[in-house]
Structures are given as C-alpha cells and as structure tokens.
C-alpha cells in the first residue's frame, strides 16, 4: 500500500509542474498579445512586453534568453546614448 502511495506523488508533482507551466504559458502569452495590440496605442507597451517576457521566462529557456537578450539590447543602448550626451556636452563646454 505504501509503494502505491508513493508511487502516485511523482505523477501528482508532473501534474502539477504541467499546470504550473501551462498557466504560465496562458499568463505570459496573454500579456504578450496585449503588448503587441498596445503598440498602437500611446502607451508604453514595451513595459507590458517585458512584463509578459519575464512571465513566460520564469518557465521557458528560450523566454530567458531572449529576455537576457533585450536587457544586453538596452544597456548598451543606453550606454551609446549617454556616451554621445557627454560627448555633446563637452562639445558644448568648449
């Protein structure tokens, strides 16, 4: 009777795993879809974007890793952008 017992909780566990990913699935995507119809909206649909990336990343690889890629994106981005603000005030100094 207890081999049974314990022969059912990895299948309860991989039920649940299944539920977790797929909600997470619905969740992430949803809010991905509602980022892509905010972009033609003045809204910042980029945030709603990320948030719905960061959602689906927290259970998918491919998710993270585009996640990551989009953060690499916007730091150096942001890095050029205030490197050419410094360089045109210093211009602006002379």
């Known amino acids: 009777m207890a081999d049974s017992i314990a022969g059912m909780a990895p299948d309860r566990t991989t ?3 299944r539920a ?3 909600a997470v699935a619905v969740l992430g995507g ?3 879809v509602l980022a892509a119809i905010l972009f033609f909206t003045p809204v910042p649909a980029i945030l709603i974007f990320l948030l719905g990336l960061a959602i689906l990343a927290s259970e998918f690889l491919w998710a993270g890793r585009l996640l990551q ?3 690499n994106l916007h730091r150096k981005e942001s890095s050029v952008v205030s ?3 410094s360089v045109q005030k210093r211009q602006t100094d002379t």
């Open 15 to 17: 039920a649940l795993q």
């Open 20 to 22: 977790r990913r797929t």
């Open 30 to 32: 949803s809010i991905l």
């Open 69 to 71: 890629r989009v953060k």
């Open 83 to 85: 490197g050419q603000a």
